[in-house]
């Protein structure tokens, strides 16, 4: 497996809502990540794929809510995100995609 099809593995794929616009002003980029990504390695994933230097990254873990699915009880799965702060000068534009 190449290098740059690890760093895909880690970002999964970039989250667009209301919260995630408004860190955007901020320079922020939101991205859902792999359960199993530490913050250096979506670092570095970020850097590679985007030619951004990121300042800081922060995550959180989303836990799968109980819902029904056609009348059977089920699960949402959990989710990671990634919070990407970026330096000044830096941006994502996360509507076109790679």
């Known amino acids: 497996m190449s290098a740059k099809a690890a ?10 809502t ?3 616009t408004m860190a955007s002003e901020n ?6 990540v792999a359960m ?6 979506i670092k570095d994933a970020v850097e590679a794929l985007f030619g951004v230097k990121v300042k800081a ?6 836990k ?3 819902k029904r699915f056609r009348g059977q009880l089920g ?7 990634a919070y990407v702060t970026l330096e000044e000068g830096n ?3 996360v509507s076109t995609g790679l």
Do not use: C, H, L, M
């Open 36 to 41: 199993s990504a530490n913050k250096p390695a």
């Open 7 to 16: 760093q895909y593995d880690v970002i999964r794929k970039p989250i667009i």
């Open 91 to 93: 941006t994502i534009d």
């Open 27 to 32: 320079g922020a980029v939101v991205f859902e």
């Open 18 to 20: 209301e919260k995630s």
């Open 57 to 62: 990254v922060n995550t959180t873990i989303t």
């Open 64 to 66: 799968g809510k109980a």
């Open 75 to 81: 699960k949402r799965k959990d989710v990671k995100k």
